[in-house]
């Protein structure tokens, strides 16, 4: 069967993705109401139920929004890394201690024959991570959430088959959006959100023969488009790649619904 996963949705009104194998469903985040993470796994045939963990990449709102109640309702173990779990504490209420599980940065987590491994990001949250997804010869690697794609983050997302990329923002839009300065400053920055075009640029560090397909993630509502996305990402890849270099296939997501199940294919 191999990797196959689905991105619940993505953006800043909330952000789930599911993540399966045949022995194995680990949910990554669960940044909407835990009625709505529900429904959207029911529509994958699956249920809370079937998880056999939750992972966290970091503490805002729209990543950890029905976080609480699914872990309680379903008795679910919750990893975060513990300057995340410092904060996570007072935000989503009780968790058993024994479904409280720590996963430092950098830590393996090994679930049937699926291995999940984080890394840590930059982002204006205590310690926020992404997670690459290893399953036989398949690597499936999740980064949003990112202020720049550092040498680390390329490094660990690199030869992915798959991959869920930010691509937040145009910035001609932000800059004349409407939201203050300081916000548009904090997106901006290095500890803010990806850029179409550092979205772009940043792929064609690690993208290679191996890569597929491409998931540009986390899209703004306010200041920007999936096909402005698309266009800007396209445009960066194609002034510095080679006219023969590969190129993987750019995939839409949604704020307000699923991608389709998507399966990383067996070499």
């Not at 729209?62 to 995340?84: F, Q, S």
């Not at 660990?156 to 959006?177: A, C, F, K």
Request: one cysteine or more; charged letters at 30%.
């Amino acid at each position: 069967m191999g990797i196959r996963f689905s991105v619940l949705a993505s953006g800043s009104t909330g952000n789930s993705t599911i993540v399966a194998t045949e022995d194995s469903k680990v949910l990554i985040d669960a940044g909407l109401s835990a009625k709505r993470v529900e429904q959207l796994l029911n529509e994958k045939d699956l249920s809370g139920a079937d998880l056999d963990a939750i992972v966290v990449t970091h503490e805002h709102s729209d990543h950890i929004k029905g976080l609480g109640a699914m872990a309680r309702k379903y008795d679910l173990p919750v990893y975060a890394n513990e300057k995340t779990w410092e904060q996570l504490d007072r935000l989503i209420g009780g968790i058993a201690n024994d479904k409280r599980c720590v996963m430092e940065t950098g830590g393996v987590l090994d679930l049937g024959k699926l291995r999940v491994e984080s890394f840590g990001i930059s982002h204006d949250a205590a310690e926020p991570v992404g997670y690459c997804f290893y399953h036989e010869n398949q690597k499936l690697s999740v980064a949003t959430d990112l202020g720049y794609m550092s040498p680390k983050v390329k490094e660990q997302i690199d030869d992915s088959d798959v991959l869920v990329l930010e691509s937040n923002h145009d910035v001609e839009m932000l800059r004349v959006g409407k939201y203050p300065w300081n916000i548009k400053r904090r997106i901006l920055s290095d500890i803010g959100h990806l850029s179409n075009e550092a979205s772009g640029i940043g792929l064609c560090d690690v993208m290679t023969e191996k890569t597929q397909r491409v998931y540009l993630a986390h899209l703004s509502r306010d200041h920007n488009m999936m096909d402005l996305a698309k266009l800007t990402v396209s445009q960066m890849v194609e002034e510095r790649l080679a006219p023969d270099d590969h190129r993987a296939r750019l995939m839409d997501t949604y704020y307000d619904r699923a991608t389709a199940w998507d399966r990383l294919e067996e070499e």
